[in-house]
């Protein structure tokens, strides 16, 4: 059964700074990875999806790899801002689709 | 403006009184999931469709059922509500397997 973990739970950095978020899969074999954001009381915010085939993905600020050997996914926010503030959730797809499962997420703290 | 909507937003019942809550998205969108968002556990999947009258149990579908009879509207229904069903439940659509998922504003509900 497929098992995402996600590393740190929660971090706080200062205005400005890079940071990486982390996530692990147990199964390789999926069939792509998302990335989400989720406001406190709210729903999620897609923000990137790298298929399978793809090892890396990329908006604005966000850097999203994937290594599906090693079975890891990272984030990376570039000069981060008060308005990053959010839990950041990644979530894989088996190989049938849509069988989503989601880590548990990682609580971020962007302070001013 | 393309989206997912839920209703209700805010639900409080008793137990054994079946409810409905509804889901419904506007872009065409072949698939559709429900999930569940607790404390400690996550995000998790309940039942997802991969098309009108196509459906299938994700990880907890127990104490759940769904219909999918218009490729609009995917309700999840629960028959005799408990109160280890008290949770933030979550409607999603997507394209298709290669897509992202697009969350409704999400559905607190409340059975006592």
């Known amino acids: 059964k497929q098992e995402v973990t996600q590393i740190p739970a929660a971090l706080s950095v200062p205005e400005g700074e890079n940071l990486v978020l982390n996530c692990s899969f147990t199964d390789s074999a999926i069939y792509n990875l998302q990335w989400f954001r989720q406001d406190p009381g709210k729903g999620l915010t897609s923000l990137l999806l790298?298929?399978?085939?793809?090892r890396e993905q990329t908006s604005g600020r966000l850097n999203a790899s994937l290594d599906k050997s090693s079975g890891r996914s990272t984030l990376y926010i570039a000069a981060s801002q008060p308005g990053d503030s959010a839990t950041y959730l990644c979530a894989v797809t088996n190989s049938y689709g849509q069988n989503f499962v989601f880590g548990p997420g990682t609580r971020l703290s962007v302070l001013p | 403006e393309a989206q997912v909507t839920q209703n209700p937003r805010y639900l409080i019942t008793v137990t054994g009184k079946k409810l409905t809550v509804t889901c419904s998205q506007n872009?065409?969108?072949?698939?559709m999931s429900w999930y569940r968002q607790d404390p400690g556990l996550g995000l998790r999947q309940i039942y997802y469709?991969?098309?009108?009258?196509?459906?299938d149990k994700g990880d907890v579908p127990e104490g759940y059922k769904v219909s999918r009879k218009e490729k609009r509207n995917f309700p999840l229904i629960l028959e005799s509500p408990s109160p280890n069903q008290t949770s933030l439940y979550f409607c999603?659509?997507?394209?298709?397997?290669?897509?992202?998922?697009?969350f409704g504003p999400g559905t607190r509900l409340t059975v006592t």
């Open positions: 469709s991969m098309n009108v009258e196509v459906t």
């Open positions: 999603a659509s997507s394209p298709g397997d290669f897509y992202e998922q697009y």
């Open positions: 790298i298929q399978s085939s793809q």
């Open positions: 872009m065409n969108h072949e698939y």
